[in-house]
């Protein structure tokens, strides 16, 4: 199972792009303190990369800014490219599903509005391959 669930502060204000397909996308540095303080008894942060897609990210872009503090759900991805030197770079990011602002704002309530619309239409498009059976499956049509 990868679920990962953090909280912390957005770094920078969200630059939010679109793929030639019109797809939304937010890449954003979240700040999240450690539980415990290092030996001088100061808490540190890490800096987690996190992307969000389509309706996520174009509500986060428009209701976050630096500063803003958020939960987000998500499941951690890993990847790797080919940098201009030659040399493969790993990537390892956070895909944010779901996001809750924990900052109290006015705005919040549109955009947790927009959240659940959001949401709903995910559900919507999400097909389930076995509707079709049924309520019940029998041991026949599984394929193993």
Same mark, same amino acid.
């Given at each position: 199972?990868? &679920?990962?669930?953090? /909280?912390?502060?957005? +770094?920078?204000? !969200?630059?939010?792009? =679109? $793929?030639?397909?019109?797809?939304? *996308? ?21 800096? &987690?990369?996190?992307? /969000?897609?389509?309706? +996520?990210?174009? !509500?986060?872009?428009? =209701? $976050?800014?630096?500063?803003?503090? *958020? ?74």
């Amino acid at each position: 199972m990868n &679920i990962i669930n953090l /909280s912390g502060r957005i +770094t920078k204000d !969200i630059e939010l792009r =679109y $793929t030639t397909n019109d797809k939304a *996308i937010a890449k954003f540095n979240l700040a999240v303190r450690r539980d415990m303080p290092n030996a001088n008894g100061e808490y540190e942060s890490d800096f &987690i990369n996190c992307i /969000s897609f389509n309706k +996520t990210a174009e !509500i986060l872009a428009k =209701y $976050t800014e630096k500063g803003s503090k *958020i939960l987000v759900e998500g499941r951690i991805q890993t990847g790797n490219y080919e940098g201009k030197d030659g040399k493969k770079i790993y990537t390892t990011d956070v895909i944010v599903d779901k996001f809750e602002f924990l900052d109290k704002k006015a705005t919040q309530e549109e955009a947790k509005e927009e959240q659940n619309i959001a949401t709903q239409e995910h559900n919507e498009e999400t097909h389930d391959p076995f509707k079709e059976m049924g309520d019940k499956v029998s041991s026949e049509d599984l394929p193993f």
